[in-house]
């Protein structure tokens, strides 16, 4: 097919071409950060009211998982097994003890957790709790800034644990 002599190939300036390859100006980038610090500057607080509210989440299911080890450990000893605070309380973690205080398993401590004090949870090797006692309570809270977040773990007296969001149980 014979070519049209008339007819060229646009051209491109080379003034052209060599701005589209310098990339961005001083003053798209500081209109760029500026947005970006604007925005974390936004986001900031929400974000950390997640991180309050995952701890007071993640620590309330570990406190779960220990109750329903200690019953489970109960119900295979066929034998009272005791879950208790470390030294200092329920923030400090806690252990699952055995009717011969050997230790079945140990908790580490949680960092911005406050737990409402509540005795120790031992569980009769029928898996419930003993005749005549209270049903065992935690409180877990967490705050970021003013706002305060809470979970909430009980035990009713046949042993079964339960974990909701709210102050109170």
Known sequence: MPTNPTKRAPRRSAGLARRSARGFTMMELVVTVSLAAILGTIAVPAFNGMIATQRARTFAADMYAALAKTRSEALTLNNNVTLQANAGGWANGWQILDANNNVLDNHAAATGV?????ATVTYRASGRL???????VFVISTTSGATAYHQCVSV??????????AAAC
């Open 114 to 118: 406050t737990v409402t004090p509540t």
């Open 130 to 136: 003993p005749a005549g006692a209270v049903a065992p």
């Open 156 to 165: 009713d007296l046949g042993g079964r644990p339960y974990m909701a969001a």
